[in-house]
T-cell receptor, first 111, second 118 residues
Framework: RKEVEQDPGPFNVPEGATVAFNCTYS??????FFWYRQDCRKEPKLLMS???SGNEDGRFTAQLNRASQYISLLIRDSKLSDSATYLC????????????FGSGTKLNVKP | GAVVSQHPSRVICKSGTSVKIECRSL??????MFWYRQFPKQSLMLMAT?????????EQGVEKDKFLINHASLTLSTLTVTSAHPEDSSFYIC??????????????FGEGSRLTVL
């Protein structure tokens, strides 16, 4: 089993839709997670950090479900500019200073 | 947020040549920087951890003699791909975390360097 697994998508949604992605992780001891956004051929950029209490920032909400070992990202009122690949990131078992990156979930928001 | 600058953003070279990529933290000090590689439609894979003033630590399967890392100061790490071959063509990205943010703070990424070996 991969340390971090994501549905690669693509998720094709119309503008204004609400869309959610999940990411499962295998290390039950992980405490913090991140969602990064990566545009095509660009570097990843931090979208949100996710801790036990979850996190909300405008149209974006991230949640952590420890019992089922997954984190989620909810995007409300999707914009065309939200089209990107969303990477789930979790700390490594052997060194929490290092991270595993999921392969990403691709989102296409269409007019 | 913190800024990490990577140079060059794009490089094309002939097989057998060496290519150096620089990663700089512009507004913070980083005792540790990370080098990743990303092939098309795949995830970022950690290649090595660059440690200021000491040897880099490499991930399993990454040849340390092929990917030379130097972290000479708290703001600069370099990755040299020696004797590059077409299979080394990839997107190389560095990242760093400000010392003040602790070990679990967010990572800031350089803009990435797209290497094409002919």
């Amino acid at each position: 089993r991969k340390e971090v697994e994501q549905d690669p998508g693509p998720f094709n949604v119309p503008e204004g839709a609400t869309v959610a992605f999940n990411c499962t992780y295998s290390n039950s001891a992980s405490q913090s997670f991140f969602w990064y956004r990566q545009d095509c051929r660009k570097e990843p950029k931090l979208l949100m950090s996710v801790y036990s209490s979850g996190n909300e920032d405008g149209r974006f909400t991230a949640q952590l479900n420890r019992a089922s070992q997954y984190i989620s990202l909810l995007i409300r009122d999707s914009k065309l500019s939200d089209s990107a690949t969303y990477l789930c990131v979790a700390p490594r078992r052997d060194n929490f200073n290092k991270f595993y990156f999921g392969s990403g979930t691709k989102l296409n928001v269409k007019p | 947020g913190a800024v990490v600058s990577q140079h060059p953003s794009r490089v094309i070279c002939k097989s057998g040549t060496s290519v150096k990529i620089e990663c700089r933290s512009l507004d913070f000090q980083a005792t540790t920087m990370f080098w990743y590689r990303q092939f098309p439609k795949q995830s970022l894979m950690l290649m090595a951890t660059s440690n200021e003033g000491s040897k880099a630590t490499y991930e399993q399967g990454v040849e340390k003699d092929k990917f030379l890392i130097n972290h000479a100061s708290l703001t600069l790490s370099t990755l040299t791909v020696t004797s590059a071959h077409p299979e080394d063509s990839s997107f190389y990205i560095c990242s760093a975390r400000p010392r003040a943010s602790g070990l679990t703070g967010e990572l800031f990424f350089g803009e990435g360097s797209r290497l094409t070996v002919l």
